[in-house]
C-alpha cells in the first residue's frame, strides 16, 4: 500500500514538473550595439534603431552605442572578446566577384585570431565545405559547394544579414565626359577602371570626390577599409585586376599561364616602374608573396597561403607552385595582393620582426608603389591627394585625384551642386534626395547599382548569449527586413540572407533569401523552444546559466 501511494506520488511530481515552465538561468546583462553617427551613415544608423527597438520586444535590455569609425573599428577589430554587437559592413570590392574571399575568409575558424572572422565563428562542418570550394576546378559542382556554404550560414546566423544597397553615385557631366565612366559589375562607378578613364569635358582635368570615413591607413599590406582601398588600389598595382565585367584579368602581368592546375606561370609587363623611379622585377613579386605570409600582414596572408613556393627564372618571369589546385586563384590571390618594392619593405619587414608590432601598424610617410596614380599627401581627417603617374602603361587621363573627408552627407551633397567635388563617391543619405537635385541641377548625372557588398549586424561568438545559435536565429528573425528596406535605405536596397550578393548571379542563393520568416511570433518561439524564458519582462538564460559578464 505504502509502495504504490509512493508510486503515485512520483508520477504526480513528474507530472507537475513536466507541466512548469522551463527553470529561468540569470537575467541576460544589457546587450551593447555599435553604430556609426547618423551624420555620416543615417542608413547604418536608422538600421539599428528599428533592430533595438525590435530586440526590445523580446525582453532584451539594448543600449544603441554610438561612436566614429576610427573607434569602432579598433574596438571590434582589435578587442575582439569585448563588444557584443556591431553593425558592419562588407564593401564590394573587385576581387569579390569570386565568393571565394568572402565565404572563407570571413568565416573559416583559421581566421578568427587576427584575421576577417573577428565574430569568431567555428564550425569544422564549415570549415570543410569552403575548404572544398578552393580546390573545385569544376565550375558546377563549385557552385553547389557555394550553395551550401550559404545555407549553413543561415541556419547558423553567425552574422545577421541586412541588405545589398543599391549605390547609389552621381558625377558632373560638364566636368567629366559621361561615356567615359564605367559601371563596374557589382561595384558600380566609384572604381579604378573609372579613376583611370575618367575623360574631362572640358578644362578641369582633376578628380575630387568624397567620403563620409576617415582614412585609417594607406598600407598595402593591411585591409583598413573601404575608402582606404579606393586609395591604395590606385597607389598599387597587382598582378591582376578584376575587369568591369567581373572577370580577372593580366594587369601587371603581361601573361598568366596555368601550365597544369598547380603551376602558374607570370610574365611580368615590360618597363615597370616603382614610383621612385627604379623598376619593378621578378624578384619584388617574389618578396610581395612572401611578405604577405611572413607573419607580418595576417589580414592578407589567407591570400597567399595556398603558394608552395616562388621561383624567379628571369627579371620579368616566375613560377608559381600551388599547394592545392585553386578555382579562384587569379581572382583571390593575383587579383588581391598588392605589388610592394622589395628595396622599400624588406629592411621594414625585418625590423618588425624584431618588435610586437607587425606591418599593419606600419605608414609609410611616402607610400611608393608602381600604379596608375602617385601619392602626393595626406592631410589627416582633410584630404589626399594622388597625381597622375604618366609613365603607367595605363596612365589616367586626369591630372589628380583629390579625396575630400566630408562627415555629413548632406555637406557632401552640397559640395556636389557648388562644384567643390565633381564625383559624389559616396552618399549614404536617400537616394532620392540626389535624383532630385540632378534634375534641379540639369549638370549631374546619377547612377545606382546593387552593390556585391553588404550591410550587416556582427554578433560576437566569443561571448554569451552570442555563442549559441539559436539566440542568434531568434534575433535576426526578429527583424523584418522589408522594414530596414524601405525605412532605412528608402527602397534603394535588397533584403538579405546571404553574404552573396544578388548582383553575382551564378553563386547566389536567392532560396536562403526568400525562405527566412521573421516576425517576433518566430522570435519567440525560437527562444522558448531553446529554454529562454521572460521572468518580470526580462528574458532570461536556459535553465541555471549564469551571466558570466555580468561584472564587466
Known amino acids: 500500500m505504502r509502495s504504490s501511494f509512493k508510486s503515485v506520488m512520483a508520477t504526480a511530481f513528474l507530472a507537475i514538473v513536466a507541466a512548469s515552465p522551463a527553470l529561468a538561468g540569470d537575467p541576460i546583462r544589457k546587450i551593447e550595439i555599435f553604430t556609426r553617427p547618423q551624420a555620416a551613415q543615417p542608413q547604418e544608423f536608422q538600421s539599428v534603431q528599428l533592430i533595438a527597438q525590435e530586440w526590445r520586444k523580446l525582453g532584451l535590455d539594448v543600449e544603441v552605442k554610438v561612436m566614429p569609425w576610427e573607434q569602432m573599428s579598433d574596438v571590434v577589430w582589435y578587442q575582439r572578446d569585448k563588444w557584443d554587437v556591431t553593425a558592419w559592413q562588407m564593401v564590394g570590392r573587385p576581387e569579390r566577384s569570386d565568393p571565394d574571399e ?6 573559416h575558424s583559421s581566421t578568427a585570431e587576427k584575421g576577417y572572422n573577428f565574430i569568431g565563428y567555428m564550425n569544422p562542418d564549415y570549415d570543410a565545405v569552403v575548404e572544398a570550394q578552393r580546390v573545385e576546378i569544376d565550375q558546377d559542382k563549385r557552385k553547389d559547394l557555394i550553395f551550401k556554404a550559404q545555407e549553413m550560414l543561415a541556419a547558423d546566423q553567425p552574422n545577421m544579414m541586412l541588405v545589398h544597397p543599391k549605390s547609389t553615385f552621381a558625377f558632373d557631366k560638364t566636368v567629366w565626359k559621361a ?43 593591411y585591409i583598413s577599409g573601404g575608402v582606404d582601398s579606393w586609395v591604395f588600389e590606385l597607389v598599387y598595382d597587382r598582378l591582376a585586376r578584376v575587369g568591369p565585367d567581373g572577370l580577372p584579368k593580366p594587369w601587371a602581368a603581361e601573361s598568366i599561364d596555368f601550365t597544369d592546375p598547380t ?5 611580368l609587363r615590360p618597363g615597370m616602374l616603382w614610383h621612385d623611379g627604379k623598376p619593378v622585377t621578378a624578384d619584388d613579386v617574389k618578396f610581395s608573396y612572401e611578405a604577405v605570409v611572413s607573419g607580418e600582414a595576417p589580414m592578407y596572408a589567407p591570400f597567399a597561403s595556398n603558394v608552395e613556393s616562388i621561383e624567379v627564372i ?13 578555382a579562384s586563384f587569379v581572382t583571390s590571390s593575383m587579383a588581391k595582393i598588392n605589388l610592394i618594392p622589395k628595396h622599400v619593405w624588406e629592411p621594414v619587414i625585418e625590423d618588425l620582426k624584431t618588435k610586437d608590432t607587425n606591418a599593419e601598424s606600419f605608414q609609410e610617410q611616402t607610400p611608393i608603389g608602381s600604379g596608375p ?7 589627416t581627417n582633410e584630404e ?10 595605363n596612365a589616367p587621363k586626369a591630372d589628380r585625384w583629390i579625396l575630400r573627408i566630408v562627415p555629413n552627407v548632406e555637406a557632401a551633397l552640397g559640395m556636389l551642386r557648388s562644384g567643390e567635388i565633381n564625383f559624389l563617391a559616396e552618399f549614404t543619405g536617400d537616394p532620392q534626395v540626389l535624383i532630385d537635385a540632378a534634375a534641379a541641377d540639369g549638370d549631374l548625372e546619377v547612377v545606382s547599382t546593387v552593390d556585391m557588398g553588404f550591410r550587416y549586424v556582427a554578433f560576437n561568438g566569443r561571448r ?37 550578393s544578388p548582383a553575382l548571379g551564378f553563386w547566389h542563393d536567392a532560396a536562403v533569401v526568400s525562405g527566412l520568416k521573421t516576425g517576433q511570433d518566430v522570435a519567440k518561439k525560437l527562444l522558448e523552444d531553446a529554454g529562454y524564458t521572460l521572468e518580470g519582462g526580462k528574458l532570461t538564460y536556459p535553465g541555471d546559466k549564469k551571466e558570466e559578464l555580468a561584472a564587466e
Not at 314 to 325: M, Y
Open 102 to 107: 568572402i565565404v572563407y575568409n570571413l568565416f
Open 179 to 221: 561615356e567615359s565612366v564605367v559601371n563596374q559589375s557589382g561595384i558600380g562607378i566609384r572604381n579604378t577602371w573609372t579613376f583611370m578613364g575618367l575623360e574631362p569635358a572640358g578644362d578641369k582635368k582633376d578628380i575630387v570626390l568624397n567620403s563620409g570615413d576617415n582614412v585609417q591607413a594607406i598600407n598595402p599590406l
Open 263 to 267: 603551376t602558374v606561370q607570370v610574365k
Open 314 to 326: 628571369d627579371p620579368t618571369t616566375l613560377t608559381f607552385k600551388l599547394k592545392k589546385a585553386a
Open 373 to 379: 596614380y602617385k601619392f602626393e599627401r595626406w592631410l
Open 384 to 393: 589626399i591627394v594622388l597625381h597622375a603617374n604618366k609613365d603607367h602603361f
Open 464 to 500: 554569451a548569449p552570442f555563442d549559441d545559435p539559436a539566440f542568434r536565429n531568434a534575433l535576426s528573425r526578429a527583424v523584418d527586413r522589408q522594414l530596414i528596406v524601405k525605412a532605412a535605405f528608402k527602397g534603394f536596397a535588397e533584403p538579405s540572407n546571404s553574404v552573396v
